[in-house]
């Protein structure tokens, strides 16, 4: 099953800035070969379920093993049955619902 | 590595009343055997990381056969490795601030 | 409009603990006269839309006031206009379908 | 005080397609004057923190006007007193950041 999911990993204990821990995982999921987009708040992600997921938790196994005592994160996980959708797909379609509007 | 986490699906394209996928959900993690809390606007969820995400990804698998052609769901997931820690631990931790405050 | 609102702040810079500022939170809801119940990754809040944004807003300015450079927020917010809807109406209504479910 | 958000708005009740209401929010939020930029599951915004609360709350008004009988929503929201940051900024620092990875 193909999914689009939108990751935001929020280390703590390790001060007020995140970035390089957020690259670290960027890194992650780049070395598992996924399709993704960082945007100012998170990261969108294509994939295969399991895929994703696997790569999310090596995210954390990183991100623990790179110092940071604890992580909170956030995941919207995207799914559907009725029709494949990329990120793209998702983006024309608001653009074109856009284009119609008064 | 034991991880709390959040957890709320929200099936589209089944009208406007969605309990009884999030029924099905609750089952699907009972099923796993882990500890669960259902609230207003989620469930929280404890146990070992790869544990509580296969029992996710069962929660899809189900709500999808019941019917739903597509879901949006937001997981919020805690870990921490410098110490264990559960769900009444988190909430015994607020209650305990609480009474500290002025 | 009423709303139903889950709420869950996080600062940053201020070490691997966060309670005392979730503390700080929940008085501040509370403070507002609204409904409130606290779980384990967040608290479910109840109320006219504008009353509860009012609430979360004194939050971030209270959370700040106490020393957190950064915070960052997951809220979840649930309208409806169709009928009128309660965190136990939410709550009874998935139990309601948990006991139809074979 | 300045804040970086991140919307997610989801229509419930409408169908499987929500692309139309996504559409009409990002029209609220231009209306608004926000600096905004959509990706693939959500809206990234940056403005005053009443300004881009106020416009969320006319996003889930338009929407809601336009049939919608229930809306489940996702906002993150970043706010700091340490220094300001720009939806650029926190890319580029996350991007500063990968460079100087191994």
């Given at each position: 099953m193909k999914v689009i999911v939108d990751l935001c990993v929020?280390?703590?204990?390790v001060g007020v800035?995140?970035?390089?821990y957020v690259a670290l995982c960027q890194q992650v999921l780049e070395e598992a070969g996924l399709k993704i987009s960082l945007h100012a708040y998170g990261t969108n992600?294509?994939?295969e379920y399991d895929q994703v997921f696997t790569a999310i938790r090596r995210c954390h196994e990183r991100i623990h093993a790179a110092g940071a005592p604890r992580i909170t994160t956030t995941i919207k996980l995207g799914s559907r049955i009725d029709r494949e959708q990329t990120m793209e797909d998702k983006l024309?379609?608001?653009a074109a619902q856009r284009r119609n509007l008064p």
């Open positions: 929020v280390p703590l204990g800035s995140v970035s390089r992600i294509e994939g024309a379609s608001v």
